[in-house]
T-cell receptor, first 111, second 115 residues
Framework: QQPVQSPQAVILREGEDAVINCSSS?????VHWYRQKHGEAPVFLMI?????EQKGHDKISASFNEKKQQSSLYLTASQLSYSGTYFCGTLGEAAGNKLTFGGGTRVLVKP | DSGVTQTPKHLITATGQRVTLRCSPRSGDLSVYWYQQSLDQGLQFLIQYYNGEERAKGNILERFSAQQFPDLHSELNLSSLELGDSALYFC??????????????FGPGTRLTVL
C-alpha cells in the first residue's frame, strides 16, 4: 500500500523551513527519501531504519517515528537547489522486498 | 552521473508493438530494480532482480517481463503496448545483499511514448 505524503506541494522563499510528512498504514522496516528534479532521475537523500533515528544530509534532515509509522523530512534554511519533488519510499516489515513510493511532494524555492 | 546507464533514452512506438529497454547497473551492483513513472506521478515499482534471479515483484503487468543476464545487465520487455504504457521507465541498482533496504542509484530513464 502506497504511503501518503503531505503536503502535495509547498512554495518557499529562500531561507525558509518546511516539513514533508510520509505516513504508512503498515509496520515499517525503513523509510527512504529521494529528490527528483524536473526531467532528471531521483537522487538518494537518506534511509531511516526503525528505531526513531534522525539523519541529516546537508541542511536536510529526517526522523522516523516507528510507533506512528511516520517519517518527516525537514528542509532547513532552504536553498534554491532544494527545489524538486521529494519522494518517500517505505519498506514494510511484511512487504517482502518491495520499496513502495509515495505520490511525492513538489517543493519550489523562490529567491 | 549515477553510474547506471539506460538505453534508449527515448522510444516512440505504436500500440500493439513490443519494445525492449536495457539497463546496465553500476559496476559491482548485483541488484537491479525497474520502476515506471507516468506523467506527474510517483514511482511505481515493477520488479527486482538480484544476481540473475527475480527477487521481488510489484504491480507488473503480464504483458511486461524482465530478466537479468550473467553480466548483470537487465532488460525490460514490454509487449502489446497500449497508450497507457507511455511513461518514463527507470532502472536503479544497489550494492546491498539483495534486500531493498539499501541506497538505490537511478539511471537517467527511458521515455516511452506509445502512439
Amino acid at each position: 500500500q502506497q504511503p501518503v505524503q503531505s503536503p502535495q506541494a509547498v512554495i518557499l522563499r529562500e531561507g525558509e523551513d518546511a516539513v514533508i510528512n510520509c505516513s504508512s498504514s503498515k509496520a515499517l522496516y525503513s523509510v527512504h527519501w529521494y529528490r527528483q528534479k524536473h526531467g532528471e532521475a531521483p537522487v538518494f537523500l537518506m534511509i531511516l531504519l526503525k528505531g526513531g533515528e534522525q539523519k541529516g544530509h546537508d541542511k536536510i534532515s529526517a526522523s522516523f517515528n516507528e510507533k506512528k509509522q511516520q517519517s518527516s523530512l525537514y528542509l532547513t534554511a532552504s536553498q534554491l537547489s532544494y527545489s524538486g519533488t521529494y519522494f518517500c519510499g517505505t519498506l514494510g516489515e511484511a512487504a517482502g522486498n518491495k520499496l513502495t513510493f509515495g505520490g511525492g511532494t513538489r517543493v519550489l524555492v523562490k529567491p | 552521473d549515477s553510474g547506471v546507464t539506460q538505453t534508449p533514452k527515448h522510444l516512440i512506438t505504436a500500440t500493439g508493438q513490443r519494445v525492449t529497454l536495457r539497463c546496465s547497473p553500476r559496476s559491482g551492483d548485483l541488484s537491479v530494480y525497474w520502476y515506471q513513472q507516468s506523467l506527474d506521478q510517483g514511482l511505481q515499482f515493477l520488479i527486482q532482480y538480484y544476481n540473475g534471479e527475480e527477487r521481488a515483484k510489484g504491480n507488473i503487468l503480464e504483458r511486461f517481463s524482465a530478466q537479468q543476464f550473467p553480466d548483470l545487465h537487465s532488460e525490460l520487455n514490454l509487449s502489446s503496448l497500449e497508450l497507457g504504457d507511455s511513461a518514463l521507465y527507470f532502472c536503479a541498482s544497489s550494492s546491498n545483499t539483495g534486500l531493498a533496504g539499501g541506497q538505490q542509484f537511478f539511471g537517467p530513464g527511458t521515455r516511452l511514448t506509445v502512439l
